[in-house]
């Protein structure tokens, strides 16, 4: 591996300089006035990027299975009842968390390549008279499969069936890079980690909670110590953390803010559905198709390319590492050996994506699946051509 290349894999992302330099930061005395002062503007600055106006924001030093877990065991108890849908290694993941922790979680398997089912959920919310299912659990972009799933229409699902289930999405692989509306979705949990639309190290995980998932705090009966949103509120009411902060990455973080809205987050969506845009018109032309079923649930932060029969994803990958020093994403879970993934989210722009497709093509190549060299690239650089920068 070549650390000159970019990486294209959906996270951790690329870091920018500017984002190298913020978390280069001397020890300080985390119970002093500059970090107090660092610290302040952050929850304001994640509430204006997830569109909430008064969300509480939480940072835990962990990564984004952190987030999941600590959302879990701050609002639900052992025995309580959840209701989420598999289709794809992350949402996976999250489902075996809440197992763990003594969750029921009743689980609508959906094909893989497909979106969260809200109409499966909606059937599913209408015959729990009894109301038990507490919240409904959603992977906005499952990074598995590069699909994104539409929250608005599960948010709609839950009303329909007039149930007062909290809403809590995984936003891991879409926060800062696709749009997410908290309050116009009212979902109730919104998580990431810093790896991935923050462009920074892995290390901090991401909270930020409705009033309704605070209120559920109190009665929550999950084991938590060090995840345990109410000492950290208070702690943060007076400036400070629990614990030691990871005051390095929140001092990225606030420059990853700073990054993000100097751009524009509109602009920064725009970015990324044009760089995403671009890749799908390369894997056209080669003649591949994406896991995801259908362009309604492309992703714009990560594609999953399906390899032909008689191919092996993971040896596109590992051979990509091994001759041109470049990184891309195995398949994971179902789709193992089946995709090879292309990130494209972060600090990302046109001339880096072309050399990922170019990279890619001399792998295809090497490995004698029928492209012709410069296909998919050309077809980017077209595209890329035709839609400059917003
Ligand atoms: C990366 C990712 C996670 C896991 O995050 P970690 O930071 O590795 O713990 C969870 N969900 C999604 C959708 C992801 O992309």
Redesign the pocket.
């Known amino acids: 591996m070549s650390l000159q290349n970019p990486i294209f894999i ?2 951790p992302t690329n870091i920018p300089d500017e984002l190298r330099r913020a978390v280069d930061y001397p020890s300080i005395d985390h119970r002093s006035d500059i970090f107090a002062e660092m610290f302040q503007p952050i929850a304001a600055g994640v509430r204006r990027i997830l569109k909430s106006q008064d969300a509480e924001v939480v940072l835990f030093p962990s ?4 987030a ?1 877990e600590a959302v879990i065991t701050n609002s639900l108890s052992p025995g309580d009842k959840v209701l989420a849908a598999r289709y794809g290694m ?1 949402s996976e ?1 999250w489902i075996a968390l809440c197992r763990r922790h003594g969750i029921e979680v009743s689980v609508i398997e959906t094909p893989w390549g497909e979106g969260a089912p809200a109409a499966a959920f909606e059937d599913v919310l209408a015959k729990d008279t009894d109301k038990r299912i507490r919240a409904v659990l959603v ?1 906005h ?3 598995a499969t590069g699909v994104k799933s539409d929250v608005a229409a599960v948010r709609r699902a839950i009303d329909a069936a007039s149930h007062p289930a909290m809403l809590f999405v ?1 936003g ?2 879409s926060i800062a890079s696709m749009d997410f509306a908290m309050d116009e979705w009212r979902v109730d949990a919104a998580i990431t ?1 810093s ?2 639309g923050f462009m920074l190290p ?1 290390g901090l995980a991401i909270l930020a909670l409705s009033a309704k998932a605070i209120e559920a705090m109190d009665g929550a009966r999950c084991a938590r110590c060090f995840f345990d949103v109410r000492d950290m509120l208070k702690s943060n009411s007076a400036g400070g953390f629990p614990y030691t902060p990871p005051v390095n990455l929140i001092r990225g973080l606030g420059a990853a803010i700073e990054l993000l809205e100097k751009e524009g987050m509109e602009n920064v969506f725009a970015r990324h559905r044009r760089i995403a845009t671009g890749v799908r018109k390369a894997v056209a032309c080669w003649g591949l198709s994406l896991c995801a079923r259908s362009p309604s649930l492309y992703s714009d932060t990560v594609s999953a390319v399906l390899v032909p029969s008689g191919f092996d994803g993971t040896k596109v990958v590992t051979h990509a590492a091994q001759k041109y020093g470049v990184a891309f994403g195995v398949g994971l879970g179902d789709v193992a050996g089946k995709v090879f993934r292309i990130g494209h989210l972060g600090a990302m722009t046109d001339v880096m994506m072309l050399s990922g497709l170019a990279a890619i093509e001399m792998v295809m190549a090497d490995l004698g699946f029928s492209i012709e060299l410069g296909s998919g690239v050309s077809a980017a650089q077209a595209y890329y051509r035709g839609h400059p920068d917003a």
Do not use: H, L
């Open positions: 959906p996270g990564t984004g299975t952190g999941w992350f993941r992977c972009n499952e990074t995984d891991v692989s980690g790896q991935k892995a």
